[in-house]
């Protein structure tokens, strides 16, 4: 009797073991989940772009990438056409038009695509979105170590230092508030009849301040991300000159993206 209950201690044993086995097992890939990010991809669109139709849901796969940041930024300057944009913001207008100013462009027009706010194709050339993005990783992807965390009605964010500290490097950091989903039925214009459904719609941006190529560490109220329906936020580190937005260092996700 000794030596069966001897038994069943130790297939108990057995059991417990490989149930930690498993917890192990399960661990790795909970944490790939939160792997760094690699790539920001940001798509200008509007509700009244009929073009548009085939940019949509290329952002929507990239946002289901573990170290993608795949945001849309709804602009303003098609709604005269027929229909105006529910989600449009005039600061998104505004910052692409001053990425066509940095990069010598005269016009803005949707569907656009900026990886890494360096890298600029049509939204809805995938071929051509793949290959920049591929570009942007064999360059180094994003140097900048991000960190974005929520505590009680905080959100801290830490900035790390860059990999080679020179007297020029500089960036700005911003908290960029978004919806995670939301479903448009657009009643007329180019697209009307037609349900869309838009994903990690920037809200706003907020500055937090200036990155200077030393670790770096922002407080700021959760306040500050919950503004026009924004349920989750970015951060993004990018390289700034004389106010106009450069190449994107660092980001990091919020939750539930």
Known sequence: MIHRH??????????????????????????????PVRAVVELFTSQGCGACRGADPIIRDLAHQPGVVALT??????????????LALRPLTERQRAYARVHGGRQVFTPQV???????????????????????????????????EILGDRITVEVGAAPDVRAETRGEVWLVPVLRSRAIAIQSGENGGRTTTYVNV???????????????RFDVPRTLAQIAEADSWVILVQGAAEGRPGRILGAAKGPGL
């Open 6 to 35: 001897r038994a069943r201690t130790r297939s108990g044993d057995i059991r417990a073991l490989s149930a930690a086995a498993l917890l192990c097992a399960i661990a790795p890939s909970a944490q790939a989940r939160a792997e």
């Open 73 to 86: 930024l709804p602009v303003t300057y098609w709604d005269y056409l027929g229909w105006k944009d529910t």
């Open 114 to 148: 900026v990886v890494d706010g360096s890298g600029f194709a049509v939204g809805s050339d995938r071929v051509a979105l793949e290959r920049l993005m591929r570009e942007a990783t064999q360059r180094g992807g994003l140097p900048i170590p991000v960190r974005g």
């Open 202 to 216: 920037v809200r706003g941006m907020q500055r937090l301040g200036t990155w200077t190529g030393q670790p770096t």
